[in-house]
């Protein structure tokens, strides 16, 4: 996924500071005026981010909750996918 410059160091930074999830898409929908699924695929497109929700997934009981909410609700264009038992994210495709 392509995005700009800008929006590449905004989410470099709030990964820095260990930003919150909230708080890095209120962030990205701020900055790029995207809706909110649009945001999301941003933040997912850096490999550090996309990491750390990995983990979030699949060891935080709220994180894992709304991972299967986001799978009901977006079905076949889920940015998560279930691997076994185990919650992955799925690199967003580039639009």
């Known amino acids: 996924m392509q995005i700009s410059e800008n929006l590449a160091e ?3 930074r709030l990964f820095q500071q ?12 701020a900055a790029s005026g995207l809706d909110l699924f649009e945001a999301e695929k941003i933040a997912l497109s850096h490999q550090g981010w996309r990491r750390l929700c990995n983990h979030w997934i699949n060891h935080d009981r709220q ?7 986001h799978i009901k609700h977006r079905g076949a ?3 998560i996918t ?6 992955v994210i799925v690199e967003p495709k580039a639009n």
């Open 82 to 87: 279930l691997v076994g038992e185990k919650f």
């Open 63 to 69: 994180c894992k909750k709304q991972a299967v909410g």
């Open 18 to 29: 260990n930003a919150t999830w909230e708080e890095l898409i209120k962030e990205i929908r």
């Open 77 to 79: 264009n889920s940015l």
């Open 10 to 12: 905004l989410l470099d």
